[in-house]
T-cell receptor, first 111, second 114 residues
Framework: QKEVEQDPGPLSVPEGAIVSLNCTYSNSAFQYFMWYRQYSRKGPELLMYTYSSGNKEDGRFTAQVDKSSKYISLFIRDSQPSDSATYLCAMKGQGAQKLVFGQGTRLTINP | DAGVIQSPRHEVTEMGQEVTLRCKPISGHNSLFWYRQTMMRGLELLIYFNNNVPIDDSGMPEDRFSAKMPNASFSTLKIQPSEPRDSAVYFC????????????FGEGSRLTVL
């Protein structure tokens, strides 16, 4: 079993829809949770960074962490075609340097 | 500010040939990571360095792979001899050792081994 599980999709939704992307994990030592966005033929770039449980909002993006369920989510409101990309969750433990990435979910927003 | 710079962007080679991938991290970053990305396995960490010293190479698939960081502004990943199963996109990323949740990735080197 992988440490981090993420549905690879693909996921296709109409413009303006609310998108929910999710990851589950098995290692209870994970404390830091990230979402990276990767456009086609580009490297991943950090989108959201959260510590421990709770919510974090940045514009149209909301990251949620539920450590009791070992479940993290990324919500995108009012989705735009420019949001079309692969979204990778990543996480690490306290003091750790290595990030463990999910498989990535390929998202397409249709105009 | 220049980001992480990788070269070559694309490499096509024949099985058995030596491949060298290069990376220039962001100035001031003291951690450097080499990842490999494939459709089947996603993003896998191969090796990372702190202050030019290899810290963890447990992700390097076998002895055919080697990585060096002779100074703070340059790293190489070498595959010798290359095999078709090495075909992937290889990413270099840099960050600050105290905050390696935030990694800055290069655009990748797409390797095809025929």
């Amino acid at each position: 079993q992988k440490e981090v599980e993420q549905d690879p999709g693909p996921l296709s939704v109409p413009e303006g829809a609310i998108v929910s992307l999710n990851c589950t994990y098995s290692n209870s030592a994970f404390q830091y949770f990230m979402w990276y966005r990767q456009y086609s033929r580009k490297g991943p770039e950090l989108l959201m960074y959260t510590y421990s449980s709770g919510n974090k909002e940045d514009g149209r993006f909301t990251a949620q962490v539920d450590k009791s369920s070992k479940y993290i989510s990324l919500f995108i409101r009012d989705s735009q075609p420019s949001d079309s990309a692969t979204y990778l969750c990543a996480m690490k433990g306290q003091g750790a340097q290595k990030l463990v990435f999910g498989q990535g979910t390929r998202l397409t927003i249709n105009p | 500010d220049a980001g992480v710079i990788q070269s070559p962007r694309h490499e096509v080679t024949e099985m058995g040939q030596e491949v060298t991938l290069r990376c220039k991290p962001i100035s001031g970053h003291n951690s450097l990571f080499w990842y490999r990305q494939t459709m089947m396995r996603g993003l896998e960490l191969l090796i990372y360095f702190n202050n030019n010293v290899p810290i963890d190479d447990s992700g390097m698939p076998e002895d055919r792979f080697s990585a060096k960081m002779p100074n703070a502004s340059f790293s190489t990943l070498k595959i010798q001899p290359s095999e078709p199963r090495d075909s992937a996109v290889y990413f270099c990323a840099s960050g600050r050792a105290r905050n390696t949740g935030e990694l800055f990735f290069g655009e990748g080197s797409r390797l095809t081994v025929l």
